[in-house]
């Protein structure tokens, strides 16, 4: 058999070879994020997370942090994964949980990432906007620096308070909207009166 032939095997994935087998070299701790409920959050296998937790996983529970200091709702926020979200937080996730060594939660890496439908469940469910990372920037701050528009009104209306936080820098999120982003000025702009 050439390195480019291959066989279909029933009940094996559509293509196995020997350069598809894993490296001997993977470490301990991806070996632990395979086997725990990280990678299936970063990929939104939501079953595959109840089935393992269902079950008393060894390797982790619903809360439990990886060897980078996250959570599973970390990652499934971070990807967009609204259903893994919901789940994982039925299953008793923490929504206001921080990262060991950036302190971000997972509505930081929902607004940073754009994701508004994940943004607008874990406010619903008490995610605290006003919670800083280590920088000192809240999910506004995340969101304004990559222009995610429809973030900050969510998080503005949410809480209109967020608006005036300065980070470590003592720039608050307005600060770092581009320019160019003439909505996310004007979503800004309207916060900036007194009526809110």
């Given at each position: 058999?050439?390195?480019?032939?291959?066989?279909?095997?029933e009940?094996?994935?559509?293509?196995?070879?020997?350069?598809?087998?894993?490296?001997v070299?993977?470490?301990?701790?991806?070996?632990?994020?395979?086997?725990?409920i990280?990678?299936?959050?970063?990929?939104?296998?939501?079953?595959?997370?109840?089935?393992k937790?269902?079950?008393?996983?060894?390797?982790?529970?619903?809360?439990?942090?990886?060897?980078?200091?996250?959570?599973a709702?970390?990652?499934?926020?971070?990807?967009?994964?609204?259903?893994?979200?919901?789940?994982?937080?039925?299953?008793?996730?923490?929504?206001?949980?921080?990262?060991?060594?950036?302190?971000?939660?997972?509505?930081?890496?929902?607004?940073?990432?754009?994701?508004?439908?994940?943004?607008?469940?874990?406010?619903?469910?008490?995610?605290?906007?006003?919670?800083?990372?280590?920088?000192?920037?809240t999910?506004?701050?995340?969101?304004?620096?990559?222009?995610?528009?429809e973030?900050?009104?969510?998080?503005?209306?949410?809480?209109?308070?967020?608006?005036?936080?300065?980070?470590?820098?003592?720039?608050?999120?307005?600060?770092?909207?581009?320019?160019?982003?003439?909505?996310?000025?004007?979503?800004?702009?309207?916060?900036?009166?007194?009526?809110?």
């Amino acid at each position: 058999m050439n390195s480019t032939s291959h066989t279909h095997t029933e009940g094996e994935s559509c293509c196995s070879g020997p350069w598809l087998q894993p490296s001997v070299h993977q470490t301990l701790d991806e070996i632990d994020f395979e086997r725990g409920i990280w990678s299936d959050a970063c990929y939104g296998n939501t079953e595959e997370i109840i089935r393992k937790l269902n079950r008393g996983n060894r390797i982790c529970t619903v809360n439990s942090v990886d060897s980078s200091g996250y959570t599973a709702l970390h990652y499934a926020s971070r990807n967009g994964h609204l259903s893994t979200c919901e789940a994982l937080v039925m299953q008793g996730a923490n929504v206001n949980c921080q990262t060991a060594s950036g302190k971000s939660t997972p509505l930081h890496r929902a607004a940073y990432r754009g994701h508004r439908l994940v943004v607008k469940y874990l406010l619903s469910k008490k995610a605290n906007p006003m919670i800083c990372d280590a920088d000192g920037k809240t999910a506004l701050h995340k969101a304004a620096e990559n222009g995610h528009t429809e973030i900050l009104k969510e998080l503005l209306e949410n809480s209109p308070a967020l608006k005036s936080i300065t980070d470590n820098k003592g720039k608050t999120a307005f600060q770092y909207v581009s320019h160019d982003k003439q909505d996310a000025i004007e979503i800004f702009n309207s916060f900036l009166d007194d009526n809110h």
